[in-house]
Structure formats: structure tokens, C-alpha cells
């Protein structure tokens, strides 16, 4: 997965699902929607967005989009 924080962007929602959204690349043409995902506890995939969602929080200068 690419850690690049200009082509995603995770949150914790107050219930502690984490909202994930992953940045369209800019294609020549029409537009392409962001992919936005939600995962809870207990998701194969929660562990892991939390875990760069806490990363990305205790870097230093790190922008949240």
C-alpha cells in the first residue's frame, strides 16, 4: 500500500469506525470519484488503517487531509 498521505486520508469516526478515503488519480477525461471505505472493529482491514492512522498522527508535520 502506498503511505503517500496525498492519496488517502483515514479518520476515526466518533462511534471508532475508521473512514478511509483513497484519492482518484487525475485520468484524462472525465472525472473518477474517491474510493471511500469504513471499517469497524473486527474488519480484516481495521487493524492496518488504524495502525497508519496512528503513524501518520505522531509524525511530525505530517498534514491530516
Not at 26 to 45: M, W, Y
Amino acid at each position: 500500500m502506498d503511505h503517500n498521505v496525498r492519496n488517502w486520508d483515514v479518520q476515526r469516526r466518533n462511534d471508532g469506525a475508521l473512514l478511509v478515503r483513497v484519492r482518484s488519480s487525475e485520468p484524462v477525461g472525465r472525472p473518477v470519484p474517491d474510493a471511500v471505505f469504513t471499517f469497524r472493529s473486527g474488519d480484516p482491514q481495521y487493524e492496518s488503517w488504524g495502525q497508519m492512522l496512528r503513524e501518520r498522527d505522531a509524525a511530525p508535520g505530517q498534514p491530516s487531509i
